[in-house]
């Protein structure tokens, strides 16, 4: 059982104490197919930032939800925005976890796969050069890249000018990275969702207004809506809100691992 506040399942069946990582684990599961799932985490008032960060946004709980989703895919979707803007280290994962990755036939660390068009990346950044695992970044076939990219990143040239997401993503799954969790950003998240790509999205709700100014978790181009029903809700004793949504059709949670 983690420190800090316990969480526990308000819905679909209240959990009669709270959970522990095992329980939430199972909760999460990895699909048995293909699947898309995007965590954010957000103010009340709909923020996804507070002072331009996500940081302000994150308690324990949220926390503790995020690296166990970072546990549980087989690449770790980033856009270029987020990575630069956030400073993204390398994904690290404790022994315990690397661990039930290896037990569950799992590689020990998830594949960073960073969305670039521009390819206006730091070779240099923990992100890249400090990688367990050789990252990937997808980009189109227009892109120049800066000098040493090559070498501490793959990249996978999808689109001729801008990066065509469904067939970037079709590709991850030809490699092996079926189980995909995209942390953002918001316009990552919103040409994700206008191709329709999105299968599930994890939504923490810090107990915060944050206020106006800052945007909401998705932006971009309109596109057109779709009904994502509700899975379960999670309840922190710090007041966080975890949502669970997932389109008809997704696998349930808790199911058996696969790619
Ligand atoms: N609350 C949260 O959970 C959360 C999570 C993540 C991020 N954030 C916040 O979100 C902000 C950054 O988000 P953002 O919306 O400005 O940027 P973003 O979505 O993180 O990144 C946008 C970049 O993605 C790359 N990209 C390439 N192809 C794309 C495509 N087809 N569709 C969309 N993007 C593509 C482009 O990179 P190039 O410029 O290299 O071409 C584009 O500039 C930061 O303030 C960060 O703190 C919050």
Redesign the pocket.
């Known amino acids: 059982m983690s420190a800090g506040s316990p969480i526990s399942r308000l819905w679909p069946a209240p959990s009669p104490t709270p959970l522990d990582d095992t329980e939430l684990t199972a909760l999460y599961g990895r699909a048995a197919g293909p699947h898309l799932r995007v965590?954010?985490?957000?103010s009340v008032d709909g923020a996804?930032?507070v002072d331009?960060?996500?940081a302000g946004?994150?308690g324990e709980p949220d926390k503790r939800v995020f690296g166990l989703l970072r546990m549980l895919c087989d690449g770790l979707l980033?856009?270029?925005?987020?990575?630069r803007?956030?400073g993204y280290n390398a994904v690290r994962l404790s022994g315990p976890r690397r661990a039930w990755r290896r037990a569950q036939g799992l590689a020990e660390y998830p594949t960073l796969v960073v969305?670039?068009?521009?390819?206006?990346?730091d070779p240099a950044q923990t992100a890249f050069a400090d990688a367990p695992v050789r990252p990937v970044v997808l980009t189109h076939a227009a892109a120049e890249a800066p000098p040493g990219l090559a070498e501490v990143a793959e990249l996978v040239r999808c689109g001729t000018d801008?990066?065509d997401?469904a067939a970037g993503l079709a590709e991850l799954r030809r490699r092996g990275l079926g189980q995909l969790l995209c942390?953002?950003?918001?316009?990552?998240?919103?040409?994700l969702t206008a191709a329709d790509l999105v299968d599930e999205v994890c939504l923490t709700v810090a107990p915060l207004l944050a206020g106006a100014g800052p945007?909401r978790?998705t932006?971009?181009d309109p596109g057109p809506h779709r009904e994502l029903p509700l899975r379960h809700v999670l309840a922190a004793t710090d007041g966080t809100l975890m949502l669970r949504y997932a389109r008809d059709g997704a696998p349930a949670p808790g199911a058996q691992p696969g790619a």
Do not use: M
């Open positions: 965590n954010f985490v957000t996804v930032t331009g960060y996500s946004l994150s980033v856009a270029a925005g987020t990575l803007h956030e969305v670039s068009g521009s390819l206006d990346l801008r990066v997401l942390e953002g950003g918001p316009h990552l998240f919103g040409a945007g978790i932006a971009g």
